[in-house]
């Protein structure tokens, strides 16, 4: 149990980022009122002067004062960013130049009028979009904003006043803003619009005199004035919080809201942020995809939804089913939800029994101890699910065209089939074709099918035949039982193969997740991984994909990956570079630069932008939502992949460069200490000598001769092997194999180091009869010659070493054997490693003597080991393949 | 030096490294030469081509050419002897330098008596070319002109190819050969790369001729560049 005292440290920890954040983030500040008309531009003006005082450098970006004179008169001298004018449709509309500021960079920039909506073609779609943008740029922002702009409100506002509110900026975007409530009572501001002091745009004209009724006026600032408290409770609670004062509202609740393409969901999703907000509990809104596919305006209204609960701060959460319930349900006990959140049935009743009870019903009955709230929802346009606008496409045209046929052909073979049977066994025959026909097309032309078989079969088979006129009550009621029958086989075909659709397409997505899970393991190296991911998405998306990646060479910028699909054009990188720079989403179906080609999404791993994938479905076409949850799945995927595999790399370089240090480091020390101790000798012997000049009564000087001998001797081995070793990682090794006589081989060596070795007796056992071997006798010479250095250096004085040649099987089995103390065990797997010393070493040496055989043996296609003898001693084997020489033909002696 | 009769012989020494060539000029001085000095391989073809030299002593790495285009040079018109000084690690270089007509070679780092006694041979060998038809080291006599072998006074019989062999060497002994020059020499041009029948002879004749052939004596190997009869003392 954790002591209830203590702040929790996570908590701490969040506050820390927080505050970081708020260090490095520029500051809102958002003078807050009820109504146009209360003085905001104006307080905000006056807090600017306060700043300038200050010593602060404010510039203005964006002021609204409509021509009112001490607005105007306030603003004068100060210094501000001219506007940008847009064209657009004929209209010549002034915006903001978020660029200019950007560029300036004062440490104050005013902006006005919060919620605006910018024209068409501007880098976002609203100006609290640029404002994030300006403080993400580190640049304080003082804004205006109305109460009934505020998402969460707007409803409330829409109620009581009966306006509708267009303009209206996330709840989020007003997280870690200072509030200032500019407030008024409403009898004074009612005072100052009679004195034409407050702006009313023309089109609100009608509206005004609504809006600014007593009775509105103090509903709207009893909102304000919550709002604003409400901002400031958020702030007493992340300081309680932190000081580990216990919480007051212990609510653990969890809040799940239908969502769906209805019209509806829009006010549904604010109604659950306030309450999410009122509760202090995090909530989630559930999307159920039925099998019904959506018509186009659907999906479009089901992405704005999506994205505005995403904007509200509901987690979103994506699943399939044919039954609404079941699933919300499903998802609610998945997430420990504690109330749900639905709107009230508008519906048509008869038709929700038909399904098996109300939506709202079933769930109070089956949601056990989750409370569901039902909530008065209103749509944009009060209308029940739109029918989609009838779309002809060829797909169509041609499925109606196949239903039309396969009717006039059954009713042909009941012409025929009427002499047989009775009228009634034709009906049989009409309903069999639907049934038939509903397997193979839309839910539209079975339903064609069926009607038309309705009416066709009473038309030519009942009598009285060649009316529409059924007489017999039989006739009837096996006319409406066949109507019936038919229209619900229709509908029950269709709705099967909705969800076979679904069902495949469920299918498709898990697959191709799983493709590309399985792809992406397989990835040998980065450009592989980049080359896969490129591929994979562009199959799953159906799109063309490019992948962009911050070139290390070009300072950072963002380089598309030359295997992209999609060649990005300007406008599309500068889009795909925005994305990058804050780690959003960004052009098509999202909030920035919605006119896009295509959507630009960051990959995201650990905290870290890694990358962009940019994604362009083929001709144009809009990603379905299910699409686009399986895009940010592989997103996700992705960028978790990118980044490991960077995180692979880059402790690879490291493991690499500290290889190296270390290598550098033991080089300089061996060759230092090697280089100068000769050296020393040199110089001491030769200064011995100089002196012995001066006076020729000295002892013969022969020792110092003989020290000199013996240190160039040592530094010119030294200098060898260096050599060796520098040929040997160069890959400047290139072996001369040439037939050669081994026994040649070990007396040249061993000759030519028997002043070396004076001290330990060499013997050689050499094979008789040994057949010529293929090798490189320089190097060969150089590889013994360092083993019985080796030999030398490691066993005292006296240790005779042996040295054998002997052919064992298919190869040259090379030996040199000491009787000496051995290897070091824990030395054996390190000793060929270049610069590696055994703990036990004598002073001298450079440890590249072993390295050297062992990459000489190599270079010759053999190879070198190392062991201890049974009977004490170091051992080590050189095996070199043995062919058989060409021969050479004998000749009689003269 | 007893042997050298007449004037001081001249040396040429061509090397760009004045302290070696201090170092030799003061070796060769003391021996009884006559001691000139050229820094670039152009400056040596100049000199001795004005003055022509006995000897030539000289060094592989010049700044300006490569050593043995400097000796391609100079046996375009000169037989002058020439002994090249070489480093270590370049046994292609000794070769090539060898077989573009260089007398000898000496490694770097070298002592002083290995290389006056290089410089000796080389010398000899071209006064003593002629004459002196039998050739007598150690317990080895050999008869160029009665075509005889004697070990110990005990005759010896060679196979064709081994007396070819055995009498290449004594034509230039003391001298290094390249298995190139005697695989052409006694094979001829087509087995210039045919080193195992040059093994398999060389290993004949040690067996033949060296009193303890496992520690040969008379002829010696020169590791990676090919063999060298020894000189008579």
């Known amino acids: ?894 | 030096m007893s042997e050298t009769i007449g004037p001081k012989p001249n040396v040429l020494i061509v090397d760009d490294e004045l302290q070696l060539r201090r170092l030799l000029r003061a070796c060769l001085e003391g021996e009884g030469y006559n001691v000139e000095e050229a820094a670039t391989g152009q400056e040596g073809i100049t000199h001795a081509a004005q003055h022509p030299p006995d000897l030539i002593v000289l060094d592989l790495g010049l700044p300006d050419m490569d050593g043995v285009t400097v000796l391609r040079r100079l046996r375009e018109w000169s037989h002058v002897p020439v002994v090249v000084l070489s480093v270590r690690d370049r046994e292609e270089d000794k070769v090539a330098a060898l077989d573009s007509g260089a007398d000898d070679y000496v490694t770097k780092p070298f002592g002083a008596g290995e290389l006056l006694a290089r410089l000796r041979v080389a010398q000899r060998h071209t006064i003593s070319t002629a004459e002196n038809p039998v050739f007598r080291l150690g317990d080895l006599e050999v008869d160029l002109t009665a075509r005889t072998v004697k070990r110990k006074g005990q005759d010896i019989k060679l196979t064709v190819t081994e007396y070819s062999l055995l009498r290449l060497f004594v034509q230039h002994a003391g001298k290094v050969l390249t298995h190139a020059q005697i695989l052409k020499e006694v094979w001829g041009p087509t087995y210039v790369d045919q080193t195992h029948y040059l093994r398999v002879y060389i290993a004949h004749l040690r067996e033949k001729l060296e009193n303890d052939p496992g520690k040969p004596r008379l002829i010696t190997t020169e590791p990676g560049v090919g063999y060298r009869l020894s000189a008579p003392a």
């Open chain 1, 1 to 894: 149990m954790t002591d209830p005292e203590r702040p929790n440290p996570d908590v701490l920890l969040a506050a820390l980022q927080k505050e970081e954040q708020r260090q490095t983030r520029g500051k809102l500040k958002v003078f807050f009122g009820m109504a146009p008309g209360v003085g905001k531009t104006y307080a905000m003006l006056e807090a600017a002067r306060r700043e300038i005082a200050a010593g602060r450098q404010v510039t203005i970006g964006y002021l609204q004062t409509h021509g009112r004179k001490e607005t105007d008169a306030l603003a004068e001298g100060l210094p501000s960013i001219p506007r940008l004018t847009v064209e657009y449709r004929g209209m010549t509309l002034s915006e903001m130049d978020l660029d200019a500021i950007l560029a300036r960079r004062p440490s104050l920039v005013l902006v006005d009028e919060f919620a605006h909506t910018n024209a068409p073609g501007m880098r976002h779609p609203k100006r609290y979009q640029d404002v994030l943008e300006l403080l993400d740029a580190g640049i304080d922002v003082f804004t205006t904003l109305n109460v009934q702009h505020v998402e969460s409100r707007a409803e409330s506002v829409r109620q009581i006043t009966g306006a509708t509110i267009r303009e209206t900026i996330p709840d989020t975007a007003l997280d870690g803003a200072e509030f200032e409530l500019v407030d008024l009572p409403p009898e004074e501001l009612r005072a100052r619009l009679a004195a034409g002091k407050v702006y009313i745009p023309d089109s609100a004209q009608a509206a005004q005199s609504n809006f600014f009724r007593p009775g509105n006026l103090s509903a709207l600032r009893e909102i304000a004035l919550r709002f604003a408290a409400e901002h400031v409770g958020h702030d007493v609670l992340a300081y309680r919080q932190a000081q580990g004062i216990a919480d007051p509202w212990k609510s653990g609740q969890r809040l799940l809201v239908g969502l769906s393409s209805s019209p509806t969901s829009a006010s549904l999703l604010r109604w659950a942020r306030r309450l999410a907000s009122e509760l202090q509990a995090p909530w989630l809104a559930v999307y159920v995809e039925l099998p019904r596919p959506l018509s186009g305006p659907e999906q479009e209204r089901l992405n704005r939804h999506v994205a505005l609960a995403r904007e509200l701060g509901a987690q979103v959460i994506h699943t399939t089913d044919d039954d609404v319930t079941r699933a919300i349900l499903r998802v609610a006990r998945e997430q420990n939800a504690t109330q749900i959140i639905v709107g009230k049935p508008t519906g048509w009743r008869a038709i929700e029994m038909i399904r098996g009870g109300s939506l709202l019903n079933r769930l109070i009955r089956e949601s056990g101890n989750i409370d569901i709230h039902a909530v008065r929802a209103e749509g944009e346009a009060p209308m029940l699910r739109t029918p989609p606008p009838l779309q002809f496409t060829p797909a169509m045209a041609k499925s109606y065209g196949i239903a039309l046929a396969v009717v006039a052909g059954v009713t042909g073979v009941n012409v025929l089939l009427q002499r047989w049977t009775g009228y009634q066994t034709l009906a049989l025959v009409y309903l069999l074709s639907v049934v038939m026909l509903a397997m193979f097309v839309a839910r539209g032309p079975t339903l064609l099918a069926a009607t038309l078989t309705a009416f066709v079969w009473d038309f030519l088979f009942v009598p009285p035949v060649f009316t529409f006129r059924i007489e017999s009550s039989t006739d009837l009621l096996f006319f409406l039982t066949y109507f019936v029958i038919a229209l619900a086989m229709g509908q029950l075909a269709a709705r099967l193969r909705a969800q076979q659709a679904a069902e495949r397409r469920r299918e498709q997505h898990a697959t191709a997740m799983y493709l590309l899970t399985r792809e992406l393991a397989q990835a040998t190296d980065f450009a592989d991984l980049l080359a896969i991911s490129i591929r994979e998405v562009g199959k799953a998306a159906q799109a063309e994909v490019a992948l962009s990646m911050p070139d290390e060479f070009q300072g950072g910028s963002l380089t598309p990956y030359f295997a992209s699909t999609w060649a990005l054009s300007e406008k599309e990188q500068s889009v795909a570079a925005w994305a990058y720079r804050h780690r959003q989403p960004a052009g098509r179906s999202t909030d920035t630069l919605p006119s896009a080609e295509g959507v630009h999404l960051p990959l995201i791993a650990a905290e870290r932008t890694v990358g962009i994938l940019s994604v362009k479905p083929h001709g144009g076409a809009q990603l379905a939502s299910g699409d686009r949850d399986l895009l940010e799945a592989f997103v996700r995927q992705i960028a978790i992949v990118i980044d490991r595999q960077r995180l692979r790399d880059a402790e690879q370089r490291a493991k690499m460069v500290e290889e190296s240090e270390r290598l550098s480091k033991t080089l300089l020390n061996s060759i230092s200490h090697e280089i100068r101790t000769p050296i020393a000798a040199i110089n001491t012997a030769a200064s011995a000598l100089s002196a012995a000049r001066n006076s020729p009564a000295a002892t013969p000087p022969w020792k110092m001769i003989d020290e000199i001998q013996e240190a160039t001797r040592r530094l010119n081995i030294l200098v060898g092997n260096l050599l060796n070793m520098t040929r040997l990682e160069t890959g400047h090794v290139k072996p001369k194999l040439d037939w050669c006589d081994v026994a040649d081989l070990v007396q040249v060596t061993v000759k030519d180091i028997e002043k070396d070795l004076a001290r330990h007796p060499v013997s050689a056992e050499i094979e008789p009869g040994l057949p010529l071997v293929r090798m490189d006798f320089v190097l060969m010479q150089q590889v013994l010659t360092n083993l019985l250095f080796n030999a030398a250096v490691h066993t005292p004085p006296g240790t005779s070493v042996k040295l054998e040649a002997h052919a064992n099987n298919n190869a040259l089995e090379l030996v040199v054997s000491d009787n000496g103390p051995g290897l070091p065990t824990e030395a054996l797997p390190y000793i060929f490693d270049k610069f590696y010393r055994a703990p036990s070493a004598p002073a001298g040496g450079t440890g590249l003597g072993l390295a050297i055989v062992k990459g000489f043996v190599e270079a010759q296609g053999g190879n070198v080991k190392a062991e201890n003898q049974p009977t004490g001693g170091a051992k080590f084997t050189i095996l070199l393949p043995l062919f058989k020489p060409p021969p050479v033909n004998a000749e009689p002696a003269l």
